[in-house]
């Protein structure tokens, strides 16, 4: 079974400092990860993903996560964030692409 | 591309009644998904089809939910009876056939208050 973890479930942060938000996980298989966002009265929408090849992924937004094998993270990054950026995020794995398996989620607050 | 549809946004009804929601998956996706969203459980898969075959429902948490899928490109969740404990948002997604990591394309959900 797999199971996501993000530790963080509330993070504040002032408009154009840096962000990160923490996600780890747990499988027994190997796994595809992803971010995806969640803005108010809206559906998931996908951010990045990382399938194989180069540990830092990019995705929409400005936004990057970086993938460590040995500590199970899927930490995700933005250097500078912008009010726009306030939702919810949550990180996700699925097991050879079959299921997904989400973590809690983190509520970004973008302050001015 | 319209994306993953659902109806309706929204849905009030008292306890006991049965309740419908629905989903129109994106054309040529063949995985689909019904997630239910809570303040206190988060995301949780309800089940998912492959191919409008159930694959997994381990998730529907009682005999009152039900789920098909008749055709490709539909959907039902049924709830009967419900009950206030179901209230909560519930999404679709779908996911592309040809590629086992693709990520998967969720509608915007059903919000279900049941008084």
């Known amino acids: 079974a797999q199971s996501v973890t993000q530790l963080d479930s509330q993070v504040p942060v002032f408009e154009e400092a840096p962000v990160e938000l923490r996600c780890n996980y747990s499988?027994?298989?190997?796994?595809?990860l992803f971010w995806y966002v969640q803005y108010p009265n809206q559906g998931l929408q996908l951010l990045l993903k990382y399938l194989s090849g180069s540990t830092l992924v990019k995705g929409i937004n400005g936004f990057e996560a970086e993938f460590n094998k040995s500590q199970t993270s899927f930490h995700l990054r933005k250097p500078s964030v912008h009010i726009s950026d306030t939702a919810e995020y949550f990180c996700?794995?699925?097991?050879?692409?079959?299921?997904?398996?989400f973590g809690p989620g983190t509520r970004l607050s973008v302050l001015p | 591309d319209a994306g993953v549809i659902q109806s309706p946004r929204h849905e009030v009804t008292e306890m006991g009644q049965e309740v419908t929601l629905r989903c129109k998956p994106i054309s040529g996706h063949d995985y689909l998904f019904w997630y239910r969203q809570t303040m206190m459980r988060g995301l949780e898969l309800l089940i998912y089809?492959?191919?409008?075959?159930?694959?997994?429902d381990s998730g529907m948490p009682e005999d009152r939910f039900s789920a098909k899928m008749p055709n490709a490109s539909f959907s039902t969740l049924k709830i009967q009876p419900s009950e206030p404990r179901d209230s909560a948002v519930y999404f679709c997604?779908?996911?592309?056939?040809?590629?086992?990591?693709?990520?998967?394309?969720f509608g915007n959900g059903t919000r279900l208050t049941v008084t």
């Open positions: 996700a794995v699925s097991p050879y692409g079959q299921n997904f398996v």
């Open positions: 499988s027994s298989v190997s796994v595809y």
């Open positions: 997604a779908s996911r592309d056939r040809d590629s086992y990591n693709s990520p998967l394309h």
């Open positions: 089809f492959n191919n409008n075959v159930p694959i997994d």
